[in-house]
DNA sequence: TGATATGTAATAAAAATTATTACAATACAA
DNA sequence: TTGTATTGTAATAATTTTTATTACATATCA
């Protein structure tokens, strides 16, 4: 996996704990130190999955969709999953072989078993006691 | 994550099902369709972590190392796991913004939880019992 | 002593990620 | 109604990571 789970947990920290004001794509560029298109895209698929609103024009910004207890680490996963929690190869294994035939599909259910117990896990905490934890 | 983990379990299923005898990289390149190179720079850190033993020369190869009901696929997870489960951006967050000051220290935390559970899922399948699903 | 392996370093090629530039669309406010 | 600040998005470039390749030293068997 690559760094968007770290960028959205980011992003969403710093929109829940400006709760009450909308905050520019420049603004959380500058907290997280990466390119502030980088983070409209990313804002641009959290908005797409529903966990934060956009206002454009003059005085725009962005804001939590709902209240941050309502939200929680599995649904910001949930937006940035890859296909493999365990990652995948890029190889096409030999279906010659009778290893290498079947490998793919068992190493798929064992990720989905994988991804099912962390969904478990992040569930378990909400985006407001995360931020609870920032001095 | 890349694909480190799907390579590892493709060698440590090919070496189990060929239990009887020393199976060369080359013929494990064959059935993973990557380069030969790459698989035994895998099965060297596998070497590394103990799964394996190697024996060089005229007719060696590689085997695993102890029997495989006594391999966990959490045991084959810890040989190649990533430095982030969760993984990681590689960008510097801004040490003067109140959230970007504390927020990797957070995730890190975030991160070693969801490791654990997923090591208590996969420490519950061998590579005996993930190996008999072939046929 | 020749053939076949492992082990590993150095380098090249390909793919993925991140950064940058550019600009259209929108909304506020003077 | 016009200038300014912002979202939204496409196109491209730069960088980093991954994968492939080449080369060769070392080991073991027959």
Redesign the interface.
């Known amino acids: 996996?690559?760094?968007?789970?770290?960028?959205a947990?980011?992003i969403m920290?710093?929109l829940c704990?400006g709760e009450d004001s909308l905050l520019s794509s420049e603004f959380m560029a500058?907290?997280?130190?990466?390119n502030p298109v980088l983070v409209r895209k990313e804002l641009s698929n959290l908005l797409k999955h529903g966990l934060i609103s956009s206002q454009m024009g003059k005085n725009g910004g962005y804001a939590l969709a709902k209240p941050a207890k309502d939200i929680t680490?599995a649904g910001i996963?949930e937006a940035v999953k890859?296909d493999a929690?365990?990652?995948?190869?890029?190889?096409?294994?030999?279906p010659a072989?009778?290893?290498?035939k079947?490998?793919n599909a068992?190493?798929k259910q064992?990720d989905a078993?994988?991804e099912q117990?962390?969904l478990?896990?992040?569930g378990t905490?909400t985006l407001a006691e995360?931020c609870n934890?920032?001095?």
Chains 1, 2 share one sequence.
Do not use: D
């Open positions: 996996m690559n760094g968007r789970f770290s960028i947990m980011h920290t710093l704990a500058g907290s997280i130190n990466i680490i996963y890859p929690v365990l990652g995948q190869a890029k190889n096409q294994p030999n072989c009778p290893i290498g079947q490998i068992h190493l064992l078993e994988i117990v962390m478990n896990k992040l905490t995360f934890k920032f001095e």
